[in-house]
């Protein structure tokens, strides 16, 4: 079992930066896959970046190449994800995921255990 919180959504305008975390607990993070997904009003879920706990390889999603970073925190059990220049487009709720595997994969019915989800909202 991996137990996921998010935080640190909120308003934001145009241009801005936004971090968010994830603390997860519950499973040994170095055989877990962690990855942002987030959903727009009237959209799909899309993949947005995922990274592997052990390694910390990532893969980037269209919408988060460039603009977004993703980061662990060893200590702290915990995920980031930075976003700067942020574009009114990026609105959505985001969440965290993660399943059993080091493999980083874009689908999101292979994630297993997802938190609560964080409202990004930004302003144009």
């Known amino acids: 079992q991996v137990q996921l919180v998010e935080s640190g959504g909120g308003l934001v305008q145009a241009g801005g930066s936004l971090r968010l975390s994830c603390a997860a607990s519950?499973?040994?993070?170095?055989?877990?896959?962690i990855a942002w997904f987030r959903q727009a009003p009237g959209k799909e879920r899309e993949f947005v970046v995922g990274?592997?706990?052990?390694?910390?390889?990532?893969y980037y999603g269209d919408s988060a190449k460039g603009r977004f970073t993703i980061s662990r925190d060893n200590a702290k059990n915990t995920v980031y994800l930075q976003m700067n220049s942020l574009k009114p487009e990026d609105t959505a709720v985001y969440y965290c995921a993660a399943r059993g595997s080091r493999s980083i994969v874009r689908t999101q019915s292979l994630y297993d255990y997802w938190g609560q989800g964080t409202q990004v909202t930004v302003s144009s």
């Open positions: 519950g499973r040994t993070l170095s055989s877990v896959t």
């Open positions: 990274i592997t706990w052990s390694s910390g390889s990532t």
